[in-house]
């Protein structure tokens, strides 16, 4: 009996370990009770994340909350207890052990109360958007070459100096005064709240409230084109180009729009059609640098080395050999350690023929051993994912999108 209570305890020690009793948002706020990991409603009970919880609960907030990853890895062990099978999840678990706080530049980072955070979510799950965090974007006013209208002077300038809210403030004050301003302050709408991240608020504007002929502006539907990108909305993306660069013959939004078409299908990884957009970029004077370089990015792109998840895993076999490979070598030499030491216990405690807590250690032994093969596979399209990250964020920079 007191070896089933010494397992018990360490499992639930050994899946808190670095671990955080809440979660954050992005701007520092706690995530509320129906989005934490950690709260009543559960998608599949599991006396494990009762342990956790109770780690989160007493063990964690002594500690301090200090675990580098987001969601922390009592969060990450009660998510994937509560959504996969027990093995999966035990696998999934152990993985994130050995990479926690490791090999930082793999990861992307999010702002928390308690500071930056390396972003780390289950394979099987898609990272919410907008968490990572990003250096701040600037936002202009549209002027219409064809409206002088004084009444858009401050609009612009608040625009232009990243009074966003004010902006929107005031343009709403002057559709409710029913003056015709034309085109140019609806698009600043659309430019506000693109800016202020009102993403389907922009789009509802459009809808709704923009005439047919107001729709066919093409500096309109190169904002929402911007929108439905922010979305990733790909496909309603391409289709507002498209459509942007039929009603524009030669104005001054056409190459805004090949430049936002090479970035989407960068973002696809479609270096070939990227490529041509840049090419057809480049016909314009002002572009001829920047397509230059872009081509040069995509060049690099098709360049680059991806290392194979297989042999990976047949690295694994020497533990932390897979992860060494995927580029992950802090986590290979922890992984290294930490399955040596545990083999080297279960070993010992068979020679003193004290089974009971060999056979613990030797569970542990083998969730870590099949969690650093499991975990070098994924490591590896992590690692493959990030160079293509990596050349979509070099054309971000370049196009200034």
């Given at each position: 009996m007191k070896y089933f209570f010494t397992f018990i305890s360490?499992?639930?020690?050994?899946?808190?370990?670095?671990?955080?009793?809440?979660?954050?948002?992005?701007?520092?706020?706690?995530?509320?009770?129906?989005?934490s990991f950690f709260n009543e409603?559960?998608?599949?009970?599991?006396?494990?994340?009762?342990?956790?919880?109770?780690?989160?609960?007493h063990i964690s907030a002594i500690r301090g909350h200090q675990c580098p990853m987001y969601p922390s890895c009592s969060n990450y062990g009660i998510k994937v207890f509560q959504e996969t099978s027990f093995v999966n999840a035990f696998l999934l678990t152990s993985d994130r052990l050995l990479r926690c706080g490791h090999d930082r530049d793999h990861y992307g980072l999010?702002?928390?109360?308690?500071?930056?955070?390396?972003?780390?979510?289950?394979?099987?799950?898609?990272?919410?958007?907008?968490?990572?965090?990003?250096?701040?974007?600037?936002?202009y006013a549209y002027t219409s070459l064809n409206q002088p209208d004084s009444s858009l002077r401050l609009i612009r300038n608040l625009l232009n100096n990243e009074y966003y809210q004010e902006a929107l403030l005031e343009i709403i004050r002057l559709e409710n005064s029913a003056k015709n301003v034309g085109n140019e302050l609806f698009v600043n709408k659309i430019?506000?709240?693109?800016?202020?991240?009102?993403?389907e608020k922009a789009i509802f504007e459009y809808e709704t409230k923009a005439s047919t002929s107001l729709k066919k502006d093409p500096e309109l539907i190169y904002q929402i084109a911007l929108v439905q990108d922010k979305l990733s909305n790909d496909t309603q993306t391409l289709t507002l180009i498209t459509e942007g660069l039929t009603q524009c013959q030669h104005c001054r939004t056409e190459p805004k729009f090949l430049a936002l078409r090479a970035l989407v299908y960068a973002k696809q990884y479609n270096w070939q059609a990227s490529a041509q957009a840049y090419r057809l970029l480049s016909s314009f004077d002002s572009y001829v640098m920047n397509s230059k370089s872009a081509l040069k990015t995509l060049a690099d792109a098709e360049k680059i080395w991806y290392?194979?998840?297989?042999?990976?895993?047949?690295?694994?076999?020497?533990?932390?050999?897979?992860?060494?490979y995927a580029g992950h070598?802090?986590?290979?030499?922890?992984?290294?350690?930490?399955?040596?030491?545990?083999?080297?216990?279960?070993?010992?405690?068979?020679?003193?023929?004290?089974?009971?807590?060999?056979?613990l250690t030797g569970v542990f032994n083998l969730s870590f051993?099949?969690?650093?093969?499991?975990?070098?596979?994924?490591?590896?399209?992590?690692?493959?994912?990030?160079?293509?990250?990596?050349?979509?964020?070099?054309?971000?920079y370049n196009s200034h999108l």
């Open positions: 360490c499992i639930y020690y050994c899946i808190g370990l670095n671990a955080q009793a809440f979660t954050y948002a992005s701007d520092g706020q706690k995530i509320s009770t129906e989005q409603k559960r998608t599949k009970e599991s006396s494990v994340t009762d342990y956790i919880s109770i780690y989160q609960q999010t702002l928390s109360k308690t500071g930056f955070k390396y972003i780390d979510y289950p394979h099987y799950d898609t990272i919410p958007r907008n968490l990572e965090y990003t250096a701040n974007r600037y936002f430019i506000c709240l693109n800016a202020l991240g009102h993403y290392r194979s998840p297989t042999l990976a895993g047949a690295l694994s076999v020497i533990p932390g050999a897979g992860y060494w070598k802090q986590t290979a030499v922890a992984s290294f350690l930490i399955n040596g030491l545990l083999t080297f216990a279960t070993y010992s405690n068979i020679k003193k023929e004290n089974y009971g807590m060999a056979a051993y099949l969690g650093n093969i499991t975990g070098a596979v994924k490591s590896t399209q992590r690692f493959n994912e990030k160079q293509k990250e990596n050349i979509v964020r070099k054309l971000q």
